[in-house]
Every structure is written in structure tokens, then in C-alpha cells.
């Protein structure tokens, strides 16, 4: 005879996953992979935007983003527009091994470089910036004629000594010059920014670019070659000089 559901042993409960306000909560390692898969892809994006914002011509300049003891940097000599997340290559922080297809691009050096170097950096952007490559000719730092750089808190952007491009001279002389830094230029070569997103570091390459023309307008140096042509017509400025 079946006994009375009131004295039947209850049965044991299933504790329900934990919940959000936006649903089940996802494993540590699940939430991990995905913030490196938006890093990838916010890098894919800003390597994107660095052409039409005149920070490179064509196929220049580099992104790379860390996850843990890899880094994920653009390949060589690869259109922008047509580059995706799959593309970058992923080379072991530690050893510069790359770990899976393709081929990084040659500045592989001076991401790495900063890398170990800097624990807390998770991007690295190299640009060929019009106004600040030209400063980084000069032997001395781009300081704020106006506040920006001192309000971004990249005051002041020290240069870096002339190496060859790719090599561990230039690799090691940036990441010196860096230090606890965010930006430093490279002599005779460009820019290179670092943050904590690919977005801080794009800003951080604006900010620098904005910065080194305003400084070439106050030092009266040749404003029509870094691209001021605005101001020349509005009147801001004379043109070139007769016989220059």
C-alpha cells in the first residue's frame, strides 16, 4: 500500500543557478573569454579608424592587445579594412613564439618590448602621425603649450633615440623611454601609446597628434605642413612666406 504523500521523504532540491538582474550567472572562465573576445575586437576597430584619422597611410603602424601571457597583434602588411579579430596573430608575451597562423607584424619587438616591461598595459598602438613623427626629429620633449596633454596626464612626451625599424634597439630604447608613461614618440619614426583598452590608447595617439600641432603654430614653424589648411583660409593664419 503506497503511503500518504504527507509522510512520503521529500525529495532532494536542485539549487537553482545563481541569477542577475540580466540571467544566469556565467563561470569566471566563460566572462574571461568573452572581455578577450571584445578586446579583439575593439583593437580590430581601432586599427580601422587610424587611416581615415590620418594617424597612418596604408598599411603602417600596428595594434596589439594582451590576454594573460599572449598577445594578439596585427599581421603584417594587411589592409585594415578587410582585417577581422581571426586575423591577428597571437605570439606567447614570454617568448615572442608565435602561437598560431600568420604573420605579425615586424614592430612585433616593441610590443613585446613594452609588454614585459609594463604588467598593467594591455594595448600598445604604433602610428607614423604627421606632427608628432616631425617632433620626434627634434631633441626635446612635446610639452602642453595648451592643457591637453596635461589633462589626458601624458605630460610630457619624451622622445626616444633613433633605431631601425623591427629592431630590439628601437624595441628597448621606446619601452626605457615609456617607463611609467603613456606615450612616447620614436626618434625619427613615430608614435607609439599604450592604455588599458585599444580605445585609451587611441585617444592617447589623438591627443599627441593635436598636441605636436599646436606646438609647431607657437614655435611659428611652417603650420601649412602639418595640415592646418582650415586655418589658413579662415584667416587664423598667413600663408607660407614668399620664397619658401
Excluded at 569566471?28 to 584619422?53: F, N, T
Excluded at 626605457?176 to 620614436?186: D, E, H, I, Q, S
Excluded at 603650420?223 to 583660409?233: F, L, Q, R, Y
Aim: net charge neutral; with cysteine; hydrophobic share 40%.
Amino acid at each position: 500500500m503506497r503511503r500518504p504523500w504527507r509522510d512520503r521523504p521529500a525529495a532532494a532540491e536542485t539549487p537553482a543557478p545563481a541569477r542577475t538582474a540580466g540571467g544566469p550567472r556565467r563561470p569566471p572562465a566563460d566572462r574571461a573569454r568573452a572581455s578577450d573576445r571584445s578586446l579583439l575586437g575593439d583593437a580590430i576597430r581601432v586599427a580601422q579608424a587610424l587611416e581615415p584619422e590620418g594617424l597612418v597611410v596604408g598599411t603602417v603602424g600596428n595594434v596589439s592587445v594582451r590576454t594573460g601571457p599572449t598577445v594578439h597583434v596585427t599581421p603584417t602588411r594587411t589592409d585594415y579594412a578587410s582585417m577581422r579579430a581571426r586575423d591577428l596573430v597571437m605570439v606567447d608575451v614570454a617568448t615572442g613564439v608565435t602561437l598560431g597562423n600568420g604573420v605579425p607584424s615586424r614592430e612585433l619587438p616593441l610590443h613585446l618590448a613594452v609588454y614585459r616591461a609594463r604588467p598593467d598595459v594591455r594595448c600598445v598602438l604604433h602610428t607614423h602621425s604627421v606632427a608628432a613623427t616631425a617632433w620626434s626629429f627634434l631633441d626635446e620633449p612635446l610639452r602642453p603649450e595648451l592643457e591637453d596633454l596635461a589633462y589626458h596626464g601624458i605630460d610630457p612626451v619624451r622622445t626616444s633615440p633613433p633605431a631601425p625599424a623591427g629592431s630590439d634597439e628601437l624595441a628597448a630604447g621606446a619601452a626605457a623611454t615609456l617607463g611609467r608613461g603613456t606615450v612616447v614618440l620614436l626618434g625619427h619614426h613615430g608614435v607609439l601609446t599604450v592604455g588599458d583598452t585599444p580605445q585609451d590608447a587611441l585617444l592617447a595617439a589623438r591627443v599627441v597628434e593635436r598636441q605636436a600641432r599646436v606646438a609647431w603654430l607657437v614655435r611659428g614653424a611652417a603650420p601649412w605642413a602639418v595640415g592646418v589648411e582650415a586655418a589658413v583660409v579662415d584667416g587664423a593664419v598667413d600663408g607660407p612666406p614668399a620664397g619658401r
